[in-house]
């Protein structure tokens, strides 16, 4: 047995109810890892853990989907591991916001010698959906137009700078000029600061009225129905969150004006089997090792002050990735 420090979410409500708390950890059972977190990732999704968006937790509970540390115990029938090795992961059982956890070891990532625990700890979630969503759910081909949106953003940087190394025309929504400057930077094409002007009629008027072939839709509430707008002939919207609020119901009528499609993707579809966690894993540390992607930490606090992290994500304020440290 182990104590341990953990953030603890008991009711659904504003930031305030992450809570820092003395937790026991048992020793790893078969099958299992005991993990020492150096870094942990925050992600709009443990924001809608919290609020109660998603109440895919059971409360009280530890929130927290992805993190980096140390193999400090190994359990019994694991021989693809040993102490002392590092790792990473994305848990769809939550778990992350605490300095230990046990983990299946089916779960775990190893992480490359030239990789950071930071930058591991913000790849697993941002990195991998990065993969899934452009390789996977839409595989963008050279010459395609797409429109992401939230460019700036954590996983918007990722897509922006592999859909432009993909060949594609990359137009991207911001919401200020500092944010549109970071989207330039990483190589979008156009980009449209979304308070200044309206993102459909400026997305038609790059694409001389043909629209885009896939949309990349995080944000959900207040873009989704004009993201159905700017996509093309036989376009594809894929919503992969709902930063801005959950989307209504869509009339599916609404698709036949381009034999349009509509996917909403979850990460963990397309990691279910170990195959497919490797080889997304592979192709995305790869994606890093070779500088097609690069991912910054621009908020990094201490794992007590998670509620500064989920307000710091809820206020928009941040670009690239928040991380919390034990």
């Not at 700890?121 to 941002?126: E, I, N, Q």
């Not at 694409?207 to 004009?226: C, E, I, K, P």
């Not at 993201?227 to 930063?243: E, H, R």
């Amino acid at each position: 047995m182990h104590e341990s420090q953990a953030i603890i979410l008991r009711e659904a409500g504003g930031p305030e109810q992450l809570r820092l708390e003395t937790v026991t950890v048992n020793d790893p059972g078969a099958g299992q890892l005991l993990i020492r977190h150096t870094a942990i990732g925050v992600n709009y999704h443990d924001t809608y853990v919290r609020s109660g968006l998603y109440q895919t937790l059971k409360l009280p509970g530890i929130p927290g989907l992805e993190a980096a540390g140390v193999v400090a115990a190994v359990g019994p029938g694991v021989s693809s591991f040993r102490v002392g090795d590092r790792i990473c992961y994305v848990e769809r059982e939550y778990g992350a916001y605490a300095q230990l956890r046990t983990l299946a070891a089916a779960r775990a990532m190893r992480v490359p010698e030239d990789i950071s625990d930071t930058l591991a700890a913000s790849l697993c979630v941002k990195g991998l959906t990065a993969c899934v969503l452009l390789r996977r759910v839409h595989a963008v081909r050279a010459g395609e137009r797409v429109l992401i949106h939230a460019g700036a953003g954590g996983v918007g940087q990722l897509l922006v700078r592999w859909a432009r190394h993909l060949g594609a025309t990359v137009i991207t929504t911001v919401g200020s000029s500092q944010k549109a400057a970071i989207a330039r930077e990483c190589g979008a094409h156009h980009v449209i600061e979304y308070r200044e002007e309206n993102f459909v009629d400026r997305v038609r008027q790059i694409t001389d009225g043909q629209g885009v072939a896939v949309v990349y839709d995080g944000v959900g509430l207040d873009t989704f129905s004009g993201s159905l707008d700017c996509l093309g002939i036989l376009g594809t919207l894929v919503n992969f969150g709902q930063a801005s609020g959950p989307v209504p119901p869509l009339t599916v009528s609404r698709l036949s004006a381009g034999s349009n499609g509509v996917v909403r993707p979850m990460l963990f579809h397309y990691i279910r089997e170990r195959a497919a966690l490797d080889a997304i894993a592979a192709e995305t540390f790869a994606a890093v090792a070779s500088g097609i992607i690069r991912v910054e930490t621009r908020l990094q606090l201490p794992l007590a002050r998670a509620a500064d992290a989920h307000r710091a994500l809820e206020s928009r304020a941040t670009t690239g990735s928040v991380i919390l440290t034990p």
